[in-house]
């Protein structure tokens, strides 16, 4: 079943039980999908849609990260709960264990790398993770390359 199918079903759910909150969050989600579908001009597969809740989590945590900064934070809380219901159809995200064990993996793997290659662990890292079907945080990934590098 696609991702968006999923979505539609949840939306009538949500219709049925008046939910407001998660009615609201999954037809922003499922807007998102759309003119994704639209821009692209064909069905989404997966991993495209799986991008699309990325990067509309992203642009939740930074609202998030906002609305504290600006005193907001019955906002703040809004912006939150919707990350965690958009996050309930991707993978299971990486624990920061599993990314630190995976970048160092991949800093064996490449022999001795200096902090001037930090892109290319980074690539390889990322890449890696992508091929285990993990969902990782770029920004925990580049953390984590740069306490390795740094100890070399």
Do not use: C, W
Not at 16 to 23: A, H, M, N, P
Not at 94 to 121: H, L, R
């Amino acid at each position: 079943m696609f991702l968006i199918d999923q979505i539609q079903k949840d939306i009538v759910a949500a219709m049925k039980s008046r939910d407001e909150v998660r009615l609201s969050t999954l037809r922003m989600v499922k807007t998102a999908l759309m003119n994704k579908k639209i821009e692209k001009m064909a069905e989404l597969d997966e991993k495209e849609s799986q991008q699309v809740l990325a990067t509309l989590i992203k642009q939740h945590k930074d609202s998030v990260e906002q609305f504290t900064k600006g005193g907001r934070q019955e906002m703040a809380d809004k912006e939150a709960a919707e990350i965690v219901l958009i996050e309930t159809y991707l993978p299971k995200a990486a624990s920061e264990a599993d990314i630190v064990a995976g970048v160092k993996a991949v800093i064996a793997e490449m022999g001795t790398p200096t902090m001037k290659e930090m892109g290319t662990v980074m690539k390889n890292a990322m890449a890696k993770f992508a091929a285990q079907g993990m969902r990782v945080d770029g920004k925990v990934v580049s953390e984590a390359v740069k306490k390795e590098l740094e100890g070399k």
